[in-house]
Each structure stands twice: as structure tokens, then as C-alpha cells.
């Protein structure tokens, strides 16, 4: 990959390094919530795939590769450590995300905010999902719309990522008030009332901890 694309793809290992602490952090609390109308597998699945993630980037730059390509790596590897569904989802999220830069052009804020947006879509594309169904996606489109918009309207990239993962949270908080409608934890219908989804729960969290540490 070209020199600036090699210095992203390090960005990428600082915050799958992250991201994989957070999991860690955020195991049991996201087990518990996952239990309640789930299967209470969304923490381990998480650090499964994020461990693995971590490790596939941290090779891929190591040898070199682009920002584009040590992602889809990384992207196939969440998948494959994680097994679930939420690891599916967020393998093909940074998959995208590495498409839609790959390895030559230097990243711009509008092109990570575009790359972004393919990410939702693709999740979108894969488990069906639409906003109101009580899944990730109802804090992917929040997060991802104001990312673009805040970019768009010229704030600087940290700043509109805070603003992206603010949306984000209170989104997923939101999610409590809805019942499921797909996934494993559709089945138990109401007993998810009054819970969030764990799934857009973990995507805040990781967010929010990219954006505080001002990763990108
Ligand atoms: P599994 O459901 O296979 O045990 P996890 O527990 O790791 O996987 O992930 C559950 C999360 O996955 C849910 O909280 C929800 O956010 C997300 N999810 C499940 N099904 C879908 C779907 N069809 N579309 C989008 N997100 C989904
Ligand atoms: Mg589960
Ligand atoms: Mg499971």
C-alpha cells in the first residue's frame, strides 16, 4: 500500500487494540443483556471477534499492507473468531469499510464517512434489518448519518466522530423501548421491553471509546 494508506492501516491496529479492551471490559455486561432475550453469548462473541480482529491487523501491517487490506482481514477474521450472527455483521462492516478505502489513496474525512455508510449498508444487505427492528442497525443509521452529515458540514473529523457516537448511544438506550423483530431474541417477543439490544449497545460502546480516545 502506499505510505499513507500504511499509515492508517496503524491507525486500524491502535483501535481494533482498543476495541478489543473495551470488549474485554464490556463482556459480562453485554452477556447479561444478551441473556435476557437472547442466547447471552454477545460478550464473548464480541472479544472472540475482536481479539481475532486485532491479531489478523497486527500482521497484515506488520507486513505491509494498506489501511484497505489489513481491514478485510481483519473483517474476515471477527467474522470467523467470533461465529453469530453480530460476528457475520461486523466482519462484513470493516470488510466494507477496507473496500471502500483499499490501499492507494490517502483516506479523506468524506471518504471514511462514505466508507461508513457502505459498512450499514452492508449490514443492512445481510441480516435485513431495518431501523425499528431492535438490532445494531438502529444505531449504525443514527451514528452513520450524522457522521456524514457533521463531515459535510465541514467539523473536523474527531469532533463529528463524538457526534457520531453520541447519536449512537442514545440511540441504542432507545432501543429499550422496542420489542424485537429479528435475530434469536425475536422469538421471546416482550421479554426484551425495557432492555437495549446488546448488539447496538456494543457498537456505542465501541464508538465512544474510539471517539474519547481520538483514535481517527
Ligand atoms: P447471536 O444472535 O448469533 O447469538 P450475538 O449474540 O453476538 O449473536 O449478537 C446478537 C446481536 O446481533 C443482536 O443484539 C443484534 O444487534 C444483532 N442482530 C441479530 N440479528 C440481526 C439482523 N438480522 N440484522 C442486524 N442485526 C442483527
Ligand atoms: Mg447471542
Ligand atoms: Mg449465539
Redesign the pocket.
Known sequence: GSEASRALAAKVVTALQLMQQVTVDKEEELGH??AIA?????GQ??RFGATGAFSAAKDAAQADAGAGTTLVRAGAQWAES??????A?WGSMLTAIGGVLGDQEPATATTVADAVAAAVSA??R????KPG?????DSLVPFTQTLSSAVEGGTRFADAWRQASDAAQAAADQTADFVSR????RVLGNKSLGVP????V??SLLMKALGDAGTF
Open positions: 443483556l444478551d437472547g442466547d447471552g453469548d454477545h462473541g464480541m467470533a461465529g453469530g450472527t453480530s460476528g455483521l449490514v443492512q445481510l441480516g435485513g434489518a427492528d431492535k438490532t445494531i442497525v429479528l435475530g434469536r431474541s439490544d446488546p448488539g447496538a456494543s457498537f
